[in-house]
Nanobody, 125 residues
Framework: QVRLVESGGGLVQAGGSLRLSCAAS????????MGWFRQAPGKEREFVTA????????YYADSVKGRFTISRDNAKNTVYLQMTNLKPEDTAVYYC??????????????????WGQGTQVTVSS
């Protein structure tokens, strides 16, 4: 497993942008697919986006497609989530997750081995 620490959350107005970072410990970061999930109050945790270890394939929830971009820097053991044109419905705690050798099923939380503690994103209208 890897230890994951998210950062970059905060309060932003609708239409604004934020970039989240997730720093991973360990020397095998490039063996992990990485994902971002979010959970709003009273709702279940939902898939946002994921990226395989090479960065060659990415996946997005329909609700964020065209607005959010996931990327990774394996040299820095970090995955990023660039969020643009934010909407109030994007308000949630955002979690970073890692799936060892992950390729399939990256939209499903149970396929991930490690989770970060979460970072709050609040979008005001």
């Amino acid at each position: 497993q890897v230890r994951l620490v998210e950062s970059g959350g905060g309060l932003v107005q609708a239409g604004g942008s934020l970039r989240l970072s997730c720093a991973a410990s360990g020397r095998t970061f490039n063996r992990y697919a990485m994902g971002w999930f979010r959970q709003a109050p009273g709702k279940e945790r939902e898939f946002v986006t994921a990226i395989i270890w090479t960065g060659g394939s990415t996946y997005y929830a329909d609700s964020v497609k065209g607005r959010f971009t996931i990327s990774r820097d394996n040299a820095k053991n970090t995955v990023y989530l660039q969020m643009t044109n934010l909407k109030p419905e994007d308000t949630a705690v955002y979690y970073c997750a890692a799936a060892f050798n992950g390729v399939l099923g990256l939209r499903l939380p149970h396929n991930y081995d490690s989770w970060g503690q979460g970072t709050q994103v609040t979008v005001s209208s």
